[in-house]
């Protein structure tokens, strides 16, 4: 996922890591674990039928081609940003399609990078959609403690044997064992129990630009109608085992508030002396009075008029998943790891849980303006900025709450103001009763563990494209193991886990095996 | 001038420089200006009396061991914040004195780094205090274009030939030309018509926090003590020529207010997701809130209770020198130089000047917290920080202000956040009949210039120690010539100007020896 798109947040039972990077729900998501080992031979303790137990056999027995599938991916990292590797990324990508089966295959142009189109007809009554990435985020290898295209495996302590590389749990490690997974069927000679669609881009990591040109071609649009749902493969397992199934995520408008002198028409156009406060405007308490307007004096409570009108409130049936998931939920491992001693307003762990799932909020991510370094500089700055985003439940839309935003500060005297939106999207619901919702659970429950169920996500992913009409397709990340560090140096994902509970890479490539007929 | 102690502003008439660096105040003071060449020749415009041809005509003749002097004083840079030459630097300052003719000199220890004291007693009735600085701000050479240490004479378009490096108007330059005016008294064996006393410190760049150590030692406040004022050395010339005198400067705090979840014992302790936003409390908004009651809604009126009390109204007799002064100063330049279009309130040119120059202020010199870098990031942040500086007006004081400021913030509900003075020091006042005032604006008006009087700059420098009891002294810079680049690369000092209006080098000295004969 790109730090401009897929953006979430860990609400896990016990270990509610308050790391802020993006994406680290698909790798904190948990739920209490029940006892059971991926790795410890093959897939024993699973109830067989037709051609499963051959298929999950031949996951352990490909394990050394799997690691050297995705070592080879790893070391072709696409970058957007830095045009590397296209068109070679997109013809790896669609080259990895056909070794894993798909029949028809395609390359996609865009008005960026290609994506890849293709699909899987296994002649089964029920279709299932993919989506992958491609591309990668940079990296600096002077701060990797292991080359990052080499794909190290390093023991990594609590954790396990784990591959370290650009790329590795985001996200090709999860998407490599999703493909593992098709290329047991294929070596097992079994028939899939689903068919297969299969859509991939290149431009994740700098915000999807020009991704609905690839789920919009026609022959694409047709394809995903026909499917029942759409996943993401990825790690889902936290590192006591535990996985969240998250039936939605909310919305986010992210953007910054820009005072300046120059747009304002008063105030200086240049950073001058600060003595001047007494002769001259300043655009940075301009910013500070148009903040202030925003939230109301409890300090989080959106202040913008009309914010509220769509918000839908929370359904009977929300409700009653709350009240089974919510205990389940432990508040002092909460607080612990994110160093808060009291929720707004004081609130109860369920008031504040019900509060986290169904309220829109107005959030400064970052202030910026003037001198920053240590100590003082005696100016006045000619320009201030506040970095906001703001999450959206439905039926919020991220157009109708920037226009509600904008008009808010015009009427309140900051129409000067520039409001630059750098990213977003709407909220997105799935269905708890889809099947593609059904199937997730029975495959973590079969595996021994019981997914902690959840309404909506407070963080956010670019889900829309899919669940929005006109596709309306259930959406949401899939897959049993772990990884960590996505953008960050020393990303990693585990190949054989210290803790039994984890699935490894043959683990996560049995769960889609296992999804697989889960759907079917 | 430290950049954590002298801080303040131009005013000038037509070159209303918005260059924010401090001190530059002392660099682009200005006024009208007659017609009249300081370095064409000796000073035969003046008329002579006593020794003044001899001592004058001397400093043409010892040019070039002026310029030598200079530079290898630049070439022995002092610098407190990295322990670099002591105690040459001191013994250096000492040895300077005693070539110019103190007959005491002696190095003053402190806690920190030593300063210099010395007497010059010339039998004269009169005794004047000079202080001088001999340390000077870090450089980093990669940014130079020619060796900072090194003192290279350059041709610096629409400036003038100019020897380039650190110290060199901040302050070595000036205080050089000083110290050549009386080099030229003694080798005309001319009697001084003032007695000295000289008070250095090496630690003024970092904010001579050690200084009343050294002016309060018995024997050296005893000295000063006896001066009818004290002078700073300075190129008070802007490139037209002009000069201001001031007959005053606001005091001022720095500080930073620090709102932090660790302190409020609300909100994280470190950066957390974004999403938490409608769980946890912002310790940002806290700031924005914070910040809103510290101004008035029209963005500028201090608010914080009790802020005026002290603030005593502009006499008659500043309003007469304002009303003499201010038709001198151009408002199309000063809004052109600083990019401004309307003044505070729409006030007109008179009345924004009047403010500028009674009103107290609070200012945002900048505010940081939380992602600022570019595009957007999802957290909400544990702290964030506003830098502040408050500009105060006789006769409020630093601690009273901050102690105000204070009580404020506990009253609003914001005592957790944390104000952290960072530097600070009290208003100044030098009486426009004190004869120190009386021989500046003679000594300037001899040389051609009319400057501009003007009752109190809206910047300020740390003259308290000086004007306040017990010392009680007028003081202020003095000086003709000019510099640039105070703090910054390429720092100059002119040695031979373009526009003859301004005073080289030489010119910088005669305008010392005429200074000492105008105050016998």
């Keep these: 996922m790109a730090s401009n798109e897929s953006d979430s947040v860990p609400t896990s039972t016990t270990t509610h890591t308050p790391d802020p990077s993006r994406r ?6 948990a739920a209490s674990a029940a006892v059971f080992a991926f790795d410890h031979g093959a897939a024993s303790p699973f109830l067989l039928k037709d051609d499963r137990a051959a298929v999950l056999a031949q996951v352990a027995t490909q394990h050394d081609a799997t690691l050297a599938m995705l070592r080879e991916w790893i070391a072709l990292p696409s970058i957007a940003a830095e ?3 296209y068109p070679q990324g997109p013809e790896h990508m669609a080259k990895l399609a056909r070794d894993a089966g798909f029949q028809h295959v395609e390359v996609v142009p865009t008005a960026g990078k290609g994506g890849v189109f293709a ?20 990296y600096d290898p002077s701060e990797w403690s292991s080359p990052p295209l080499e794909g190290r495996l390093v023991d990594r302590p609590g954790v396990g044997k784990v591959l370290v590389g650009r790329g590795a749990t985001n996200s090709k490690g999860p998407q490599a064992a999703c493909l593992a997974a098709l290329n047991a069927f294929k070596a ?11 859509i991939c881009e290149g431009e994740e990591e700098i915000g999807s630009p020009n991704f609905r040109q690839i789920a919009f071609k026609p022959e694409v649009q ?13 790690g889902n397992q936290d590192l006591d085992g535990s996985v969240q199934v998250n039936l939605g995520a909310k919305g986010i408008v992210e953007l910054e508030l820009v005072s300046s002198g120059e747009k304002w028409g008063r105030g200086p156009k240049l950073d001058v002396h600060s ?53 389940r939920k432990s508040e002092a491992s909460a607080k612990k790891s994110l160093g808060v001693e009291h929720w707004i307003a004081n609130e109860s762990w369920h008031d504040s849980l019900l509060r986290l799932v169904s309220q829109p909020t107005i959030n400064i991510e970052g202030l910026v303006g003037g001198y920053t370094g240590p100590g003082g500089k005696t100016i006045l700055p000619n ?39 750098t990213g977003g999207y709407d909220p997105t619901e799935t269905p708890a009763d889809s099947k593609l919702v059904k199937a997730m659970i029975a495959t973590y429950s079969k595996s021994g563990i019981e997914p902690l169920l959840w309404p ?65």
């Excluded at 097992?188 to 299969?198: D, M, R």
């Excluded at 047709?222 to 990825?234: D, F, N, R």
């Design 222 to 234: 047709a394809a995903l109608s026909k499917c029942i749902g759409i996943i993401i493969p990825l």
């Design 119 to 138: 699909t899987l007809d296994a002649g089964a009554p029920t279709w299932l959609a993919i989506y992958m990435m491609y591309d990668v985020k940079q």
């Design 456 to 520: 909506r996500l407070a963080g956010s992913w670019p889900g829309a494209t899919f669940t929005a009409p006109p596709l309306k397709l259930p959406a949401g990340p899939f897959g049993l193991g772990h990884g960590g560090g996505a953008h960050a140096p020393n990303e990693y994902w585990v190949i054989e886990p210290a803790n039994s509970k984890v699935a490894g890479m043959d683990g996560a490539a049995r769960s889609f095996v296992e999804f697989f007929y889960a759907l079917a």
């Design 275 to 327: 003595s001047l406060a007494a002769q001259v405007d300043s655009p940075a308490w301009h910013l500070v009075q148009a903040l202030n307007t925003l939230v109301k004096p409890d300090g989080h409570t959106p202040a913008v008029a009309g914010f509220f009108d769509k918000v839908r409130p929370l359904t009977s049936a929300q409700r009653r998943i709350l009240a089974t998931s919510i205990p």
């Design 83 to 85: 045009n590397l590797n």
């Design 24 to 29: 680290d729900f698909l790798h904190t998501a």
């Design 188 to 198: 097992a000679n079994a028939k899939l129990p689903v068919n297969l669609v299969l």
């Design 383 to 421: 320009r201030a900025v506040a970095k906001i985003d703001m999450r959206l439940v439905p039926d919020m839309t991220a157009a109708g709450t920037l226009a509600l935003l904008k008009a808010h500060l015009r009427k309140h005297g900051f129409g000067d103001i520039a409001v630059n939106m």
